[in-house]
């Protein structure tokens, strides 16, 4: 159950795809140096492998539980979340004016990825703090940032993200937790949010709760949600804790994997805190903004649910290939004087290409959009942060919903190939694949990353954005055709295919949104299901180019170099390859969805 963090692979992909060296030169990039990045990352797997990965199977085994109001975490997570705190891991990415390092969002997400991979219940807590402050630095006011954005990067405080009602769901035109103004520029709060991740814990002393709510004259639909800061205790003036706010959990929920991690219903309202009837909540921003607001945090927890796709992506991965290293079965097909090992049978090393190639491909994909955001956060000419920005922004759907798509079908050949034993709890297989289930669901399912692919990622703007990704790579793709390596040729030919698929959905998508919009949203996960394939094989079509020039120029690391270009490879005929059929269910495949009436089925 050891994790080991692939930090070779990790600074690769920073350093040759996702520009480290560009971000470097931004304004206030100077600290990241390459000595300063490499250390970080070193210290980082060093950290998570022993002392929140060995966390990973406990946590599974003894879940956090709730009595009487209160949750207790698991055994161990406690003492975890303090090392974790103390050592500045919450704060990496966020301003030094807080207490934070100030380093840039491509040096996080590589950390970032460590944590999820190592334990993905006890990492869901820093994740959706890190949401609560850049919302709250992006939209708070001086007074809010200055009394939580501290606490909550030094981990005194953690955060949350109450969005979801029981008659809710998705549809968040149907809030109705109400927020009532209380004349002296509080509200109080009122209403139950359901399935609010470490809703409650005992892992800090307090929980910042960002609540979405309407105030009684707000107007109808999402142009009348606000968000307020919701704290379990209240901050008095001096910065100390105060009276116990009127916010309860009422249980948690029992669930299919992610055991560990408390998914809480919680009551606001219910007049049993020391503050009288109505938690008392304060307005972030400007009221009926709130949805506004909340997407800052929530487009930051979507990149990093994708992160933990890539995350558990990686670590079935390894799993596995330990597993198929030491587990001796049936002899080789060319005939062997024994039993060997299956890794050497044909199809376990299918599955474990397939499996390398995904983990491989969906974290480039992830970090080089990190790295636009970055210069989009950074860059010192305003058209540039504009462009790097609605490049970002394009990229936060396909690496939401096309990379935790991949972890399951990921871990499902985790699974696989550890055979018969992979259905067994004990060998660990099955837990990577229960915890990755809920990727695809929480922070908007696969089907609302593909419609905001299709509605404001490309319609709005005409395919603006897409277009001009698709034409760096083609301009790759005729770079490898033409390099006169057997394997980049090979490669390259199968990138354009793909951005011939790629752009014909996109042609698609702007010419028939207005003339038949259930026709395009019919193929919308297909779609984004190819531009995740097109946008990974592209970055490895671009590790491939590197690695082949390393090799001719003497390499001295001959090993990684051409396995990144075998992986690159593999991708290219099993995966870029099922781009044309893709594109013709987009484009086609409309009739049969919608062929149906709802009373036939």
Known sequence: ????????????????????????????????????????????ARFMSEVVA?????????????????????????????????????????????????????????????????????????????????????AGSDELREAYVPRLIDGTWTGTMNLTEAQAGSDLSLVRTRAVRQGDGVYRISGQKIFITYGDHDLAENIVHLVLARTPDAPEGVKG?????????????????????????????????????????????????????????????????????????????????????????????????????????SRAVEGSAGPVPIIEHPDVRRMLMFMRAHAEAARAVAYVAAGWADVAHHHPDGEQRKQAKAVYEYLVP???????????????????????????????????????????????????????????????????????????????????????????????????????????????????????IRGVFAGSVPYLKLAGIAHGGWQLARAAAVCARCLEQGSDDREFHSAKIATARFFADHVLASAAGLRDSVVEGAAGVLGLSAEQF
Request: charged share 20%; net charge negative; aromatic share 8%.
């Open 1 to 44: 159950m050891s994790y080991s963090a692939p930090v070779k692979e990790m600074l690769f992909v920073m350093r040759e795809l996702a520009g480290l060296a560009e971000i470097q030169k931004l304004p206030g990039g100077e600290d990241a140096t390459d000595e300063t990045v490499a250390a970080v990352l070193e210290e980082n």
């Open 54 to 138: 060995p966390l990973n199977w406990p946590g599974d085994l003894k879940p956090s539980s709730w009595s009487d109001g209160q949750v207790t975490t698991t055994p161990g997570f406690k003492e975890a979340f303090r090392q974790f705190v103390e050592a500045g891991w919450q704060g990496l990415q966020h301003p030094q004016q807080y207490g934070g390092q100030g380093l840039p969002k491509l040096v996080a997400t590589a950390c970032n990825e460590m944590l999820q991979a190592a334990n993905l219940s006890f990492a869901l807590c820093p994740l959706l703090t890190d949401g609560a402050i850049e919302a709250l630095l992006t």
């Open 398 to 516: 396909i690496v939401k919903g096309w990379s935790t798509e991949v972890s399951i079908d990921v871990a499902s050949n985790g699974i696989q190939v550890h055979g018969g034993m992979g259905f067994i709890e004990e060998t660990g297989a099955a837990q990577f694949y229960r915890d990755a289930r809920i990727l695809t669901i929480y922070e908007g399912t696969t089907a609302i990353q593909a419609n905001d692919l299709v509605g404001r990622k490309t319609a709005r703007d005409g395919g603006a954005v897409a277009r001009g990704l698709i034409a760096q790579m083609k301009k790759t793709a005729d770079e490898l055709s033409a390099s006169g390596n057997a394997d980049l040729v090979v490669i390259g030919r199968r990138l354009a295919v793909a951005a011939d698929a790629y752009a014909g959905v996109v042609d698609y998508v702007v010419s028939r949104m207005k003339d038949d």
């Open 225 to 329: 949600i606000s968000l307020f800061v919701v704290p379990k205790r209240l901050v008095n003036a001096d910065g100390s804790l105060g009276k116990r706010n009127d916010v309860y959990c009422a249980s948690i929920e029992h669930k299919l994997g992610i055991k560990a991690s408390p998914t809480a219903v919680l009551l606001f309202g219910d007049d049993k805190g020391e503050v009288g009837p109505g938690a008392i909540g304060y307005l972030v921003g400007e009221e009926n903004r709130g949805l506004e607001y909340m997407f800052i945090m929530m487009n930051a927890a979507r990149f990093g649910v994708g992160m933990q796709g890539v995350a558990i992506a990686d670590r079935a991965y390894q799993k596995a290939v330990a597993y198929a290293r030491e587990r001796v079965q």
